[in-house]
DNA sequence: TCCTGCTATGCAACTTGTTGCATAGACAAG
DNA sequence: CTTGTCTATGCAACAAGTTGCATAGCAGGA
């Protein structure tokens, strides 16, 4: 179960509630992993039962307590497992593609607004990247100290860049495929 | 749930046996959707006992004897409503990025071969992409009609193509940046 | 005071997806 | 005549993900 070890990179990269996990799963991680905080919550729960991590419990001025979450040497040892083993390459699942292929037994033309709407979402994501970037690594000069953490999120971040980008491109060819196919629009 | 879509999409391409439909899921609708034979087998079981496919018995020369399933009027009315309304844009999985950043509390050189074997797995993808297009959409004169579906279906290859390529070109940006942080290696 | 919104946590029910196993006919190789 | 491979279908148990709902503190505005 990846999400586990999802888990445990955030928090190795800073310890967090399960609240402030959903948010990062909102954000920088959600560039490549989606999770929901029931999902979050139940698998912290286990986890903790488990001894991969350890609870504090913070009391908070005009805001709830929450319980921060961090990880335990045995958490860490398990990461570094399965940092080790080899992993299958993700599995897609593009639910846009199974449309534009059953387009052909319906309307091509009535799935251009939907394909124009995921387009906007993806230029929205890969502004959203950008500006992420630009704030955390844009002033990159030499003499900061090499961080391996830094520069692997970044090239992470550049992934997810590249990956909008991809999608932009080949939405783009979608649609002049779709006004092909419908020349009356 | 998609994958009833998929399945309707495929079968309206063309009927065919549970198993013949996990082949196709390993191949061409493989490029934007993945399951194995035992969901396909009780999808197909459903949808068929819900009224929205249509099965045939076809006795067989040489091999077991098969269930043909093809799309009925109500499966096509399933899949029609579908395809009218929006969808989610898909959601991201990549484990190999959740280990990437987990390199950062680990030893960023030992993840060098499992990025490389991921670049292979993804070149190795690129090739049978770019076969099965030369194959499939490579003689496409002009003269030929014009095929709404052939023309979705090759609109779809091209953004698998696209993907891993993307992929490729950030897996080397990944493994220029492991050996920057590894520079023994 | 009530309503809204944000932080914060969680349960229960349900749907999907994965893993391991089982069966069976036909054919080819040894 | 046994063993392996390919076609073909399926069950059962389990793990993971989704959806809907519930609670509760605190703050600010109508």
């Not at 991590?53 to 307590?65: I, M």
């Not at 000069?141 to 980008?165: F, K, M, N, T």
Request: proline content about 4%.
């Amino acid at each position: 179960m990846a999400l586990e070890h999802a888990i445990l990179v955030s928090l190795l990269e800073k310890p967090g509630s399960g609240y402030e996990l959903a948010r990062r799963f909102e954000r920088s991680i959600g560039y490549f992993w989606t999770a929901t905080h029931q999902q979050i919550y139940r698998v912290l729960k286990r986890m903790e039962a488990d001894g991969r991590l350890d609870v504090r419990e913070v009391p908070q001025r005009s805001r709830p307590d929450k319980k921060e979450y961090s990880v335990s040497a045995l958490g860490q040892a398990c990461l570094s497992e399965w940092l080790h083993e080899p992993i299958q390459p993700e599995s897609v699942r593009h639910d846009l593609a199974v449309k534009i292929r059953g387009a052909a037994f319906d309307d091509p033309a009535a799935l251009i607004q939907e394909v124009e709407r995921h387009r906007r979402l993806h230029g929205d994501r890969l502004a959203h990247y950008l500006a992420g970037e630009r704030r955390d690594f844009g002033a990159s000069d030499a003499s900061a100290a090499p961080d391996a953490g830094r520069e692997l999120q970044h090239a992470v971040l550049r992934g997810g860049i590249a990956y909008e980008r991809m999608m932009l491109a080949w939405l783009d060819d979608v649609l002049a495929t779709l006004h092909r196919l419908a020349p009356g629009l």
